[in-house]
């Protein structure tokens, strides 16, 4: 029993760092239907900001609370900033073009992305520790003080997110660019500016993420991006594209999904099990756990 | 004997009833209008026969036989051929290719037979080359046979899209608005057109149209739709006096020209 | 026969007379280095030529073509290591093994629209690649040795000229339009009762055959494979030559194959910038020529100086 709430704590620790990069690629998908895969690499450059932050503000050496709060704040601004600039460089051009072209752009920015990085910061990074880590023993259960940091800062941050969305003019222009882009242009709202900050939103949630896995697995490496990403589209997918509560959903089962199998069976295979699972979905649910199938109109 | 029967159909997209309750029958060999205000359900009538959707209540029968929960594919097959409401031309093929490949179903030569340029693959292409040619020939688009279907001018693309269609030969022809975007005297020659094409294929048509002249002109009876329901069937004498009909069409002029 | 169909096989064979006596006659002669570059530029071409057919003409949105060379190197291989099969037999069956693949990858997905096909095909590389770096008898990540070394030019281009062929005869059929169509417009295609699933499981399975004969050849080329060779890094770059050569073209991505197979070893000082080039070259295409070098047209259309958008079927 204990090794079962192990799991899932650790799974949902796993999950919610997946919900925050998946949160990205449907805000995205849901405004222009493009499957962005340069996210993974907005995320994977986001933690060598903080990486680079860190080290030259000090903040490596001497930790403080609000040390680490600005660095993490800088990796999100990072991420925000790549994200609009990717917007507007590559994708903006051909907002009109084919899905097959935006698609190859998409894989054509994260390619060049991850090879700058490569090139840049070379194979592997270790990121200093920012916060003390400790662990207490709850019902036989063993509790990081990380995982308790990073489920926190997800759902602080995921409060904010509905909120924006729910409440806010912008969440609502948001909303109705992604329902029908020419009927919102149509209504006076300026379609590229909310597109440019939908990129920042996702960006920024993709940022804090790259934060937090950078702090608690103590390194960066330029090909976070391409494994990270990857799961945390399938993981988009699975819970509905498009639809923001689907992509929280999508995460955690996916944190789940691969925590206890790795736990119950074997480790190797963790890597498939995402793939196969949105294999899974794709076959029964053809639009994901919470997504609408649109119908393309005759 | 009808060849088309809608039986109360209709379709729910979750709480909106696109449409509700459509009885409809076609006889074999007629002219048939739909029309209605614009939202009034009429491509969705077409998209719920031809098995794009699933209707939800009702019956859809053909030549006798059911035809619901049927893929397109399949509906296509059983002799229900249609054209859209935004041209839908193959623009990478030519206006010839576009007619050849309609004569797919009709090919007897698997695909080892046509890698190879076996014998009984040469022969099925003469035979489909000159059935796409004589038609062509009948459409009066011989000229353009190699021209890039996107190079079409408009009023010949929906040319190209009915002869197309007909090349599977079909025992019913959707069309959907044909004459959109079209002046007077191009519509024109859609009525003479789509009056051939019934006389000279023995098709049956049903029609959607917003052009009141060409509804007017050639259709034998006209069903009108509103939101979803059918408010009025008759004859294109009754339709044009009838005060529901009228109605629907509050705000725009029912004998306008422009579709 | 028709006189046409008669000269077709009479340059097929031609060609291949030409491709042995190059064998025979040429290749000891040659610089191995430049053997070397060449027979890998024929790798690149039987995996091109299969995407071009599924992504270039029957337009879906396969990521993971890698995953179907991997099927067939490792199956050829497997085949020619434990059950001492002749290299090219082993070959044969291993792109059949791919094919197979192709169809259990395609039928399920194939109804799906095409950004998730890409999602799919993407995940279907990368399961393989997890399978089989976790089976020990296929030598598992350290990779698998011992295949017997059979690949030579004279191989290599026998097949490259048995799939050129093979789907120029099918781009150019009634089979080639039906693909087009379904391409350029599915839903005008079904209303002409055509199933448009089946004919895309076809072009599907096809080009994963091609890229299994590709994956099997190279097996025998240096006696090892390793599975860090049929990455998705691998299906980018047959993508790019495919969407850089031109999708709706069989010869611009060939070309496009050659040049860029070719390439970095001219380019050895900046090796290392290779995939930041590719990528610069994929963005900046999608920019400016979105349909790629030769779009839907032919290396043949430059000498004939036919309109590109003429398509004569056979």
């Known amino acids: 029993m204990t090794l079962f709430l192990q799991q899932l704590l650790n799974g949902l620790s796993l999950g919610a760092i997946y919900a925050l990069i998946a949160l990205g690629y449907t805000m995205v998908y849901g405004t222009l239907q493009l499957i962005n895969f340069a996210h993974g690499e907005v995320y994977m450059m986001g933690a060598f900001a903080a990486l680079y932050i860190a080290r030259y503000t000090g903040v490596a050496d001497n930790p403080t609370l609000p040390g680490v709060a600005m660095v993490a704040v800088g990796a999100m601004t990072a991420c925000a900033i790549l994200g609009m600039l990717i917007e507007r460089l590559a994708y903006r051009p051909l907002r009109n073009a084919s899905r097959l072209n935006m698609l190859i752009t998409a894989i054509g920015m994260s390619l060049l992305l991850q090879n700058i990085a490569l090139l840049s910061f070379g194979a592997l990074q270790n990121f200093p520790s920012l916060l003390p880590e400790t662990q207490w023993k709850v019902i036989g259960v063993a509790v990081r003080s990380n995982d308790l940091v990073i489920l926190g800062v997800t759902l602080s941050l995921m409060v904010a997110l509905t909120v924006i969305v729910e409440r806010t003019q912008i969440g609502r222009a948001m909303r109705a660019v992604s329902h029908s882009r020419d009927a919102a242009a149509l209504m006076g709202i300026p379609v590229d500016r909310v597109v440019a900050f939908t990129f920042a939103l996702g960006s920024v949630l993709a940022g804090a993420a790259a934060f937090l896995v950078a702090m608690d697995k103590h390194s960066v490496r330029p090909d976070m991006g391409m494994t990270g990403g990857l799961k945390a589209f399938v993981a988009a997918v699975l819970g509905g594209i498009g639809s923001i509560p689907g992509a929280v959903a999508g995460g955690l089962l996916l944190g789940l999904a691969e925590t206890f199998v790795s736990g119950y069976l074997a480790s190797t295979y963790r890597d498939a099990i995402a793939f196969l699972l949105l294999i899974g979905i794709l076959l029964y649910r053809p639009a994901g756990l919470f997504g609408k199938s649109t119908v393309e109109k005759v | 004997m009808s060849l088309l029967q809608l039986q109360k159909a209709g379709i729910r997209f979750g709480g909106l009833r696109a449409v509700a309750e459509l009885d409809l029958s076609l006889e074999e060999g007629s002219l048939h209008g739909l029309i209605g205000p614009n939202g009034a359900g009429k491509t969705t009538v077409f998209n719920l026969i031809t098995g794009i959707y699933t209707p939800t209540e009702g019956d859809i029968r053909f030549a006798g036989q059911s035809i619901v929960g049927k893929s397109p594919t399949r509906v296509a097959a059983a002799g229900i051929g249609r054209t859209f409401q935004n041209i839908r031309l193959f623009a990478g093929l030519s206006v010839l290719d576009n007619v050849k490949v309609a004569f797919d179903r009709q090919l007897h030569a698997t695909l080892f037979e046509a890698v190879l340029r076996a014998p009984r693959y040469l022969a099925d292409e003469r035979r489909v080359d000159a059935e796409a040619r004589a038609l062509l020939e009948t459409f009066g688009l011989s000229a353009m046979a190699d021209l890039g279907a996107d190079n079409l001018p408009y009023g010949l693309r929906r040319r190209l899209e009915i002869a197309r269609a007909l090349a599977t030969r079909p025992k019913l022809l959707l069309l959907d608005e044909p004459a959109a975007g079209m002046n007077p005297s191009e519509a024109d020659d859609l009525m003479h057109l789509i009056r051939w094409v019934r006389e000279t294929f023995g098709v049956t048509i049903l029609l959607i149209e917003h052009h009141m002249a060409v509804v007017m002109g050639i259709c034998e009876r006209i069903t009108v739709l509103d939101h979803g329901a059918r408010i009025a069937e008759g004859t294109p004498q009754e339709i044009r006096k009838d005060p529901v009909v009228i109605e629907a069409y509050l705000g725009a002029d029912a004998h306008a020209e422009t579709a | ?314």
């Open chain 3, 1 to 314: 026969m028709s006189r046409g169909v008669l000269a077709g096989w009479a340059v097929f064979a031609a060609l291949l007379a030409a491709v042995w006596g190059v064998e025979v006659f040429a290749v000891p002669w040659t610089d191995p280095y430049l053997t070397d570059i060449v027979i890998r530029i024929g790798f690149s071409l039987l995996a091109v030529m299969g995407l071009a057919l599924v992504l270039g003409f029957t337009g879906q949105f396969s990521l993971g073509h890698a995953g179907f060379m991997a099927v067939g190197a490792y199956g050829s291989a497997a085949l020619s290591v434990y059950a001492g099969l002749h290299p090219m037999l082993g070959v044969l069956l291993g792109g059949f093994a791919a094919a197979l693949a192709g169809a259990a990858v395609g039928l399920p997905s194939l109804r799906l629209s095409g950004d998730y096909l890409a999602v799919v095909t993407l995940g279907f590389n990368q399961i393989i690649i997890v399978l089989i770096q976790n089976t020990p008898t296929l030598g598992g990540a350290q990779g698998l040795t011992g295949i017997p070394v059979a690949t030579n030019f004279g191989w290599t281009f026998t097949w490259v000229l048995l799939g050129a062929f093979f789907i120029r005869n099918l781009l150019q059929s009634a089979r080639g339009r039906v693909f087009a169509a379904v391409r350029d417009n599915e839903i005008a295609t079904r209303s002409l009762g055509i199933d448009t699933t089946r004919a895309k499981v076809v072009a599907f399975v096809i080009g994963a055959f091609w890229a299994g004969i590709a994956g099997g050849l190279i097996a025998h080329y240096r006696s090892s494979i390793f599975p860090s060779q049929f990455q998705f890094d691998r299906s980018i770059e047959i993508l790019a030559m495919v969407v850089l050569g031109g999708t709706g073209s069989l010869s611009g991505p060939l070309l496009a194959a050659g040049v860029l197979t070719a390439l970095p070893e001219l380019l050895r000082p900046v090796a290392e910038y290779r995939m930041v080039i590719y990528s610069l070259l994929l963005i900046g295409m999608m920019i400016v020529r979105p349909k790629g070098l030769l779009g839907n047209g032919e290396l043949t259309d430059l000498f004939r100086r036919r309109r590109p958008a003429k398509k004569e079927a056979a």
